[in-house]
């Protein structure tokens, strides 16, 4: 299948522009523990992605968490957290965990109660 044979009379013009539009608010939509597992932090794959993203339900909270904070969770030791923290420290990836969160949403991924932070409440960022 060419673009040629996708293109059809019956869709009208901006209908892809939609389609694209509605497929990035669903993404925007993923739990947090994808977008993590997704960054490439050295150390966090599904597993310890799902478990930081319980005990820290946003990206901003987690970026501020230091390594003893984040050495407090099964399956995260010295090594992983000294990589969690480096990877926010860097200015690249500052400005990619910004731009990866769209006004609003915050990335929060649960109502949980975090058992290292125990937020009563989550505000959108």
Request: include cysteine.
């Amino acid at each position: 299948m060419t673009k040629k044979d996708r293109k059809t009379e019956k869709e009208p013009p901006g209908k892809i522009a939609d389609n694209l539009l509605a497929a990035i608010q669903v993404s925007r939509r993923q739990p947090l523990s994808r977008l993590l597992t997704a960054l490439g932090v050295h150390g966090v794959g599904e597993v310890s992605a799902a478990d930081l993203s319980r005990a820290f339900p946003s990206l901003d909270l987690l970026s501020k968490a230091d390594a003893d904070q984040l050495q407090m969770l099964d399956g995260v030791g010295p090594n992983i957290a000294e990589a969690i923290v480096d990877w926010f420290a860097q200015p690249r990836n500052q400005t990619c965990s910004r731009s990866s969160r769209p006004p609003g949403s915050g990335l929060s991924i649960s109502n949980q109660q975090s058992p290292l932070l125990n937020p009563p409440f989550l505000f959108p960022v």
